[in-house]
C-alpha cells in the first residue's frame, strides 16, 4: 500500500522514491529523512502541537524540492538527486589539495581530480563518473558533514515556505507548490514578489540552523585565528556559510547579477548577504 506520501505526490504528477530503492545511498538517504522528521516533529511540539508534514524523496531530477499546502496538509518532497550529487560534489571538492587545509594535508603525492562535466555534478545520481573520497578521513568525515549542513538548509527553506504562511497564500495565486529552480506557469505573482519569498524562506532556514546547529565537532581542528579573532564557534559559522553557497553554486542559478529582474531566484550573493545580517556578523 502506497504511504500517505507517496499517494498525495502522486496526486501532485510525481513520483515518490523510496530510500531502498538506492542501496548504496540507501543510509544517507535514511538518516536524512530521520534527521528531517525530528526537525518538523520539533518545531510542531513547539509551536504548533499536533501539526505534521508529509516528508520524502522523489525521482524527479528537474527541481530540487517542494513545498506544497493542499487540502490534506503541508508536504515537502526533495529529490533524490540533490543529497546524492551534494554528497559527490563535497567528497571531490575536498580530494584538492587547496580546498579546506585546516582539514589535514593530503600526501605530496596525491593528485587533483581532474575537471567534470558540471552536468555530472548537478546530476551526480544519473553521472556515470566515478564518485571519489579524499585519502584523508578527516576531510571525508568533513565532506559528510558538509553535506549534512547543505541538506538542512534545503529542508529547511522548504519549511519556511510552509511555517511562513507562503503555501498557503500560494493556494489563492495559482502557486500549486513552491519548486525551487522550475517556474510554475501562469502563477499570478512577479519574480520580484517570489524572490522576495525565496529570500524568506532562506532566513527562516538560516535562522533555525543557526539556533541548533553550530556545535563543534570533536574530530574537525578549530581555525585558531578565526576563533581568536571572530570568537568561539566561528569555524563551524563559516563551514555552514560555505557549504550553503557550495550548494548554491551546485544546485540553483549561476552566481550572476545578469537579468535579475526576470529570475525566480535572488541571486546568489544577495542570498549569502542575508545570513550575516541575522547571524550577527561572520568571517
Request: glycine residues 6%.
Amino acid at each position: 500500500m502506497a504511504s500517505n506520501f507517496e499517494r498525495r505526490l502522486r496526486r501532485f504528477g510525481r513520483t515518490a522514491l523510496h530510500p531502498d530503492s538506492l542501496e548504496f545511498w540507501q543510509p544517507l538517504l535514511k538518516q536524512l529523512l530521520d534527521r528531517f522528521s525530528y526537525f518538523a516533529a520539533e518545531r510542531a511540539r513547539q509551536q504548533a502541537p499536533g501539526h505534521s508534514v508529509a516528508i520524502g524523496f522523489s525521482e524527479d531530477c528537474e527541481y530540487n524540492a517542494i513545498a506544497r499546502t493542499d487540502d490534506e496538509g503541508d508536504l515537502i518532497a526533495i529529490s533524490a538527486n540533490v543529497p546524492v550529487s551534494l554528497e559527490r560534489a563535497f567528497n571531490r571538492a575536498l580530494c584538492f589539495k587547496s580546498v579546506m587545509p585546516f582539514a589535514g594535508p593530503l600526501d605530496e603525492e596525491h593528485v587533483d581530480p581532474e575537471p567534470v562535466d558540471p552536468k555530472d555534478l548537478v546530476y551526480g545520481l544519473n553521472s556515470n563518473v566515478p564518485r571519489i573520497v579524499p585519502p584523508n578521513q578527516i576531510r571525508s568525515n568533513l565532506a559528510t558533514l558538509l553535506t549534512t549542513i547543505a541538506m538542512d538548509f534545503i529542508f529547511e527553506h522548504e519549511m519556511g515556505h510552509i511555517w511562513n504562511g507562503h503555501t498557503s497564500f500560494g493556494n489563492g495565486l495559482g502557486i500549486s507548490a513552491y519548486k525551487e529552480i522550475e517556474k510554475t506557469p501562469d502563477a499570478r505573482i512577479s519574480e520580484t514578489e517570489y524572490q522576495t519569498l525565496e529570500m524568506d524562506a532562506d532566513v527562516f532556514a538560516g535562522t533555525a540552523m543557526t539556533r541548533e546547529r553550530l556545535l563543534p565537532q570533536p574530530w574537525l581542528p578549530m581555525i585558531t585565528d578565526w576563533e581568536n579573532k571572530f570568537g568561539p564557534g566561528s569555524t563551524m559559522l563559516s563551514l555552514q556559510m560555505w557549504a550553503v553557497y557550495f550548494s548554491f553554486r551546485i544546485a540553483d542559478e549561476a552566481a550572476t547579477l545578469a537579468n535579475v529582474e526576470t529570475r525566480k531566484h535572488p541571486p546568489i550573493y544577495v542570498r549569502l548577504f542575508s545570513r550575516p545580517r541575522f547571524l550577527g556578523g561572520c568571517p
